[in-house]
Every structure is written in C-alpha cells, then in structure tokens.
C-alpha cells in the first residue's frame, strides 16, 4: 500500500499542473465571473437574467446570465435584456426553486468548464504517460525498484478513474458551497428566512448534485475503458508519437467503410464501432449534465463488456511495458 501511495504522489507531483492548478484556476475564475455580475449589476436581473451593463444608467449589453424558472442558470450570447426588471427577493420567495437554481446553476457551469479542461487533461495524460516514462528514461529508475510494471499502470490508471473525477467533485463541491454561503448572507440580510434558503436546496437536491456528477463521471469513464486502454497500449508500443498509433484503428474503421460502400468488402470493423456506439448511446445520461443516469439491466452488458475491452488493452500496455521499455 505505500508502494502504491509514494507512486501517486509522484504522479501528481509530476502533473500537479493540469490535475490540480489549472481546474483550481477555472474554478476561480468561475466564482470570479459570478462575483463580478453580481457586483458590477448590482443583482438586478433585467428580463430573464443577469446581464453585464456598460454605462451608469444600467443599459445592457448581449451578454449574461439566464435564469430559468429557477432550474438553473444558462449564459445568454446574442440576446438583449428586456426593461423589466425582477426583485430577486421577491423571486425566491415567490418559488423557493430560485435559489436552489442559482447554487446549482453555478456549480452546473463550473463543471462544464472542468469538463472541457478534464477531457484534454486525461486523453493527453492516457496518451503519453506510459511513453514519456520510455522518452525520459524514468522507467530504468522504476525497473530497479521493487515496483512491479502492473503496479505502475495500475497508478495510471488510478490516476484517470479516481484522481481527475475526485478533483472535479471536490471544486464542485466548494463552488457549491461558497456560491451557498455568499447567497444565504445576501438574502438573509435582505429579510429571507434562514430556514426557507435551507429547505429550498434540500428540496432541491444541491447537496447530493456532485455526488451524482461524480458517480456519473466514473461511469461514462468506465464506458470510455476500451479508448482508455487503447491509448495506454499506443503510449506504451509508440516510438515518437503516440497520438499517431493512436489514430490507427480509426483510420481503419473509415478506410472499412469506403471499401464498403466502394465494393462491398468490410472487415467488420464497421459493424463493431457501430455496436460500441450504441452502448455509448444506451448510456448518454451519463455524458450529459443535468440529465440524471437512472441505471437498468439493459446497461450491465454493454459496461462489463467496455470493461472487459478496456481490460484486454491495459493487459497488452502491461505486456509491452515489461518488454518494450527503451526509445
């Protein structure tokens, strides 16, 4: 187990960059955005949302926050604030939903911002972690310590499944909870019950939301297994770039369907991908924020076979890592 431990501290050390300080900036930068709307506009929601004004007479611009029905908030491009104006203490307490959509609404864009970083993160991560061990030569150092090859890859692997989906419902989490605080303090200082605020994100559901983005994230990651495995398998077999190997079996997924629809000769590689697309389709829920995973039995063959796909790959960067380890 220390073994294990002194592995993934030396994984994070090495990439403490794009698995710790980048997300933590986005999320700063999202709390920022939110604070800065609500100070600069004064928390006057003009039309269906908050938007950013440009001049002192409060004359806005096409740009904001959308607040709808109080299920969340959405950003608005291209769209021009109407001249009504709505109290936003009024709002709450008119449909206590309101509040419970501001915290989640936040929370929502913050994850898709972690999203959009995690996604380059980890493929960039699967890609070259096991290469740049070859390129830099740090295997030779790992091969001389009782530190078995499937341990290493396991910690990769660690690394993908657990870390970046922990990191994500950690800021999730503390974007949450701020957004909270600072709401609750704003809305009880202007005459909301303390109680009221609580009952609507209970009822809301605010507090388990991150647990289930996480739950759902390791989920759409374990359905991702076979991409996962195959470029651990291209960063281990690569000489120079592993993003080319990679790319591979696509091209020959395309190349099988010209041919298919050229002269009717097909490998099959065709019929697979589409097979694996429709397992991917069986659990879009789970790739698509705000849109609850509800898991069924129709869904336990298709995972356990990405598992077991993605587990045939890992073995094989296992295999080559022990026998292919100098560039």
Known sequence: ?????????RELWENK???????VVVSLLILA??????????????????HFNTTSNGVPIEAGVSVDGGAGLRPITGEKATSDQIDMKAAVLANPAYFSGIVT???????????????????????????????????????????SESANVLTKLVMIF??????????????????FLAAIVYFTLHGVGFGYLIASVIN??????????????????????????LALVSSAFAKKTPFYLFMVPFLLVGADKVMG?????????????????DALEL????????????????????LLTCIAVGAALIAGAVWLRNNRYEI
């Open 261 to 277: 629809a050229t002269f009717g000769i097909t490998l099959g590689l065709s019929k697979l991908t589409k097979m694996y697309g």
């Open 162 to 179: 657990l870390v970046g989906p922990s990191v994500i419902l950690v800021l999730n989490t503390l974007v949450a909870l701020v957004v």
């Open 283 to 302: 659990t879009q829920d789970a790739f698509m924020l705000q849109h609850p995973l509800h898991f069924t039995s129709a869904m336990i063959l298709p």
């Open 105 to 147: 609404g936040v929370m929502y864009a913050n994850c898709v911002m972690l999203y959009l970083v995690f996604s380059i993160v980890l493929g960039a991560y699967a890609l070259r972690c096991l290469f740049d061990d070859r390129k830099n030569k740090d295997i030779l150092f790992w091969r001389s310590m009782p530190v």
């Open 33 to 50: 955005l939110v604070a800065s709307a609500a100070l600069y506009t004064k928390g006057v929601i003009n039309g269906n949302g908050v």
């Open 204 to 229: 809301g559901g605010a507090y388990y939301i991150p647990l289930q983005i996480f739950y759902e994230l390791i989920f759409s990651l374990l359905m991702l297994a076979p991409v996962i495995g």
């Open 17 to 23: 960059v794009s698995f710790i300080y980048a997300p």
């Open 1 to 9: 187990m220390n073994i294990y431990k002194v592995l993934i501290k």
